[in-house]
């Protein structure tokens, strides 16, 4: 029986590795021969278009242009996405926490999940963490070499005129890596902040921010220019360390004040020949503290050039070409555990870090015919990161490239169908395929039935693979998930709609450290939930939402045991008052209880948070607004689980680096904000 079974298991493997390999040779082939149709296409694009005769087209929603504007994904649900009125009254500079209060299923990154223990937190959806989202701002993407994630909570955004959130495996036009799916932040255009907009707050432990905000519309140009300035003096509270070895150890109350300096543009222009160049720059300098390792990184610098040309060829198609540059580059500053105000540090001049993305992207749109719309798109990354520690020293440049081929089928009146396959080479050279199969079928005007499968490879970041100390294991195989999403929507009226998803993803060879802290390939874990939301209108004045996500299950199947940081719900609600000038919102989120990992993890407590805005629009161009982050003061909410250990050096020292704090959200902060406008 047993060698039956062994030569069973074995002859399966060989015809997986056939299988797999035949999709290899496949894909291959299909690359080629879409080179080919490519071509083809450019050059005989706008054939039937007599002589100046204007090729004006609108990509339709099906499209995939660069700010990935115009998509939609199948399985979608109402809180999926946020407006620029909604993201307009709640005034939150960081766009993650923003993110944090209107939908269920985002939580905040730990230390595993690229969050700097709360000096930043990364985009977390579904249970799984920030290296499994794909991160994109108008369709550039924005996620890291060194762990994966986004650094976006660094910069201070609270000019956005959409936030879109893609659950699942419909995230991959979006990018690599979405295994969870794919969050969009849309800028806003001179066209949407035309004219002068100046706006001052003030609040509570130092809090300062000023905009100056200047949008020019002519006839085929565009030009927005923005100034930011963002200031904060806070503390952030620590939990003693549950094994220290005398009182000084224990944290308590530190620093944890930031600035930041932003520019940013945005231009659009549109040649006579039916060429449109996009510019779009954030560049932010500032000092943010990371109170948890008695550190601050000052100077720290990021920023994003995204440059993106395009041509409609009429109804043959749409041509997209873009570059970009991501940079990211910090000095750390050292202080002495007793300095809690963070005032007497030493600059580590070996610590400076500077990481560089270079990003080229080329996006083909064409309507195949009147149900078909075919999407082709490739994307080619250079990555060099100085500063972190490899196994081959401080500096490290790998480069990754990718394909992808998305099918936006309309295959009846109430039948949508969506097809995605995409290959991605990893930083060793391997390249893997995923696909991802999105259906809407309505099964009558007011409920509508979705359904996902996908299968999606994550390939193991630069800090997995390369890490100095034996951490680092070059030998890492790509993490593959098989997913399936059940989606239910319903309109029960022109003001209320509500829908229902489960949502269940089997991963293999996920990648977590061992006791060493080595990453290795673990055998198999599953993540699955539920998701709920209703939103609508009481009233013209009223609107109303609530979500609700379960966990109901993040697994390590080899250890049968639940993953860290994994709450056993998510809630959300909130309601907005609008009437006449004036206007409010009132958020609440509730996160349920975080179990007990044996003895390594403490039970994480439920907690609640509350945020209030009211807004008076005392006249057409000025505005006045009071905000309150965690109304109800609370100051022992902890979002992210830790061990709460501390660890000594060989010396006896104290090492942060190694320990693992608990911290907790600040409490009450006020702030009171003036908005003028010149037209």
């Not at 919102?585 to 994480?604: D, F, H, N, R, W």
Request: glycine share 8%; with cysteine.
């Amino acid at each position: 029986m047993i060698s039956y079974f062994s030569f069973k298991q074995t002859n399966r493997a060989i015809n997986i590795e056939k299988m797999r390999y035949r999709m290899r040779s496949a894909f291959t082939m299909l690359k080629k021969a879409l080179a080919v149709i490519f071509c083809l296409t450019t050059t005989f694009a706008g054939a039937d278009s007599l002589p100046g005769e204007e090729a004006s087209y609108r990509l339709p929603d099906m499209a995939v242009d660069a700010e990935r504007a115009t998509y939609q994904g199948l399985i979608a649900r109402p809180h999926d996405e946020i407006d620029a009125k909604t993201i307009e009254l709640k005034s939150q500079r960081n766009p993650i926490k923003l993110l944090h209060a209107f939908n269920s299923s985002v939580m905040f990154g730990g230390l595993s999940d690229g969050g700097l223990r709360g000096a930043t937190v990364a985009t977390t959806l579904r249970g799984f963490g920030g290296k499994y989202t794909a991160v994109t701002v108008d369709g550039c993407p924005v996620n890291t070499g060194w762990n994966g994630t986004s650094p976006l909570s660094g910069f201070p955004l609270s000019r956005m005129q959409r936030v879109s959130v893609v659950p699942g495996g419909a995230g991959l036009v979006y990018g690599a890596n979405s295994v969870a799916g794919a969050v969009n932040f849309v800028l806003p255009t001179a066209r949407d902040l035309e004219g002068l907009t100046l706006l001052q707050e003030v609040g509570g432990v130092g809090t300062r921010r000023q905009e100056i905000i200047y949008g020019d519309v002519s006839h085929q140009n565009e030009h927005l220019f923005a100034v930011f300035l963002d200031e904060y003096d806070g503390d952030r509270k620590f939990k003693d360390f549950s094994n220290a070895a005398v009182p000084a150890d224990n944290l308590g109350t530190v620093n944890n004040r930031r600035d930041n300096q932003m520019f940013m543009y945005r231009g659009r222009l549109e040649l006579d020949n039916g060429l449109v160049l996009k510019a779009s720059i954030l560049e932010n300098h500032g000092s943010i503290s990371c109170p948890s390792y008695y550190e601050r990184f000052d100077p720290w610098k990021m920023s994003l050039y995204d440059y993106v040309l395009e041509k409609d060829f009429g109804k043959s198609g749409n041509l997209t070409l873009r570059y970009a540059k991501y940079r990211d580059f910090s000095s750390t500053y050292a202080y002495a555990n007793t300095d809690k105000d963070m005032m007497n540090g030493t600059l580590n001049v070996n610590s400076d870090v500077l990481v560089k993305v270079d990003t080229m992207e080329l996006l083909y749109n064409v309507e195949a015919n009147s149900k078909n719309f075919v999407t082709f798109g490739a994307i080619k990354q250079e990555i060099e990161d100085i500063g972190h520690g490899f196994q081959t020293g401080n500096r490290k440049k790998v480069d990754t490239s990718g394909f992808f081929i998305n099918d936006s089928i309309k295959a009846t009146d109430k039948l949508n169908l969506n097809l995605t396959a995409r290959s991605d080479k990893s930083y060793e050279g391997d390249s893997k395929t995923s696909w991802a199969f999105a259906s809407n079928y309505d099964i009558s005007d007011r409920t509508s039935f979705g359904l996902g499968l996908s299968s999606v490879v994550r390939n193991p970041n630069m800090q997995e693979l390369y890490r100095d100390k034996n951490r680092g294991n070059p030998d890492l195989a790509a993490e593959e998930a098989d997913n399936l999403e059940l989606r239910l929507g319903h309109k029960f009226n022109s003001k209320w709609q509500a829908s229902v998803a489960w949502f269940r993803s089997d991963i293999e060879n996920y990648i977590e450290a061992d006791a060493k802290n080595t990453f290795q390939n673990i055998q198999e874990v599953a993540i699955d939930g539920v998701e709920f939301s209703v939103n609508g209108k009481v009233n013209e004045q009223f609107d109303v939402w609530i979500g609700y996500t379960n966990f109901n299950k993040a697994q390590n199947k080899t250890n049968n045991v639940r993953l860290s940081s994994r709450p056993e719900y998510r809630a959300v609600a909130g309601t907005a008052y609008r009437y006449e000038k004036f206007s409010a919102m009132l958020t609440t989120s509730y996160q349920g209880e975080t179990k007990a990992i044996g003895a390594t993890y403490p039970k994480v407590d439920s907690s609640t948070l509350v945020d209030l805005t009211l807004r008076q629009q005392a006249t057409k161009d000025f505005a006045v607004y009071l905000n309150i982050e965690n109304l109800t003061d609370q100051d022992d909410v902890q979002l992210s689980q830790s061990t709460g250990v501390t660890a000594y050096d060989k010396a006896g020292k104290l090492n942060l680096n190694q320990s693992s704090p608990i911290n907790y959200e600040p409490g009450r902060l006020v702030t009171f904000g003036m908005e003028l406008k010149f037209r």
